[in-house]
């Protein structure tokens, strides 16, 4: 959703460092959390909490960042694509990249070594930049139907409402 944001809005090269903090910090944080990370966790509950609670914050700072965006073709400085840093700090409060690391460390990888972590997150680095590539480029292809203000307003202020809306998963648990 927020690639698809990005690409509309400021075409594919501006979203590479987006797409680059993607894949490279959910590679980092499977890594990471196979070799221990959540233990930490289940040593320390209240960290969870923590990080549901900065979660929340940062993706209602995106959806803002989203619904407020300029046009890729405007001189404006209103809006800016994610950076490489914010994208991949991104990963460590969003809800599904946690799920979808601890998933990957407990059925896919191949042992408790160090090895096997970094087998298991240089697979999802493999598999996730063709991935957000394609979002990107569907997002930069859309730009030739966001040709007014107004249709972009919509589409921006849409994708930001359904970012917001997927807080209702983060609030539940």
Not at 94 to 123: C, Q, R, S
Not at 124 to 145: D, I
Not at 155 to 168: C, D, P, Q, R
Request: proline share 4%; hydrophobic share 60%.
């Amino acid at each position: 959703m927020m690639l698809l944001a990005s690409g509309a809005n400021f075409g594919f090269r501006r979203t590479v460092p987006h797409m680059l903090g993607i894949s490279i910090g959910h590679a980092l944080m499977v890594f990471l959390v196979g070799i221990g990370l959540a233990q930490l966790f289940i040593a320390f509950p209240i960290l969870k909490q923590i990080m549901q609670v900065v979660a929340a914050i940062y993706m209602l700072w995106l959806a803002w960042k989203i619904a407020n965006a300029a046009p890729a073709s405007s001189q404006s400085t209103k809006g800016s694509p994610l950076t490489f840093g914010q994208a991949a700090a991104f990963q460590w409060v969003n809800p599904k990249a946690w799920g979808m690391a601890l998933t990957a460390v407990t059925a896919y990888a191949p042992g408790d070594t160090v090895f096997a972590m970094v087998l298991v997150a240089a697979t999802f680095a493999a598999v996730n930049l063709p991935s957000v590539s394609v979002w990107t480029v569907l997002g930069q292809q859309m730009q030739r139907f966001l040709t007014s203000t107004a249709r972009l307003r919509a589409f921006n202020w849409t994708m930001a409402a359904l970012l917001v809306g997927s807080l209702i998963f983060v609030i539940q648990t």
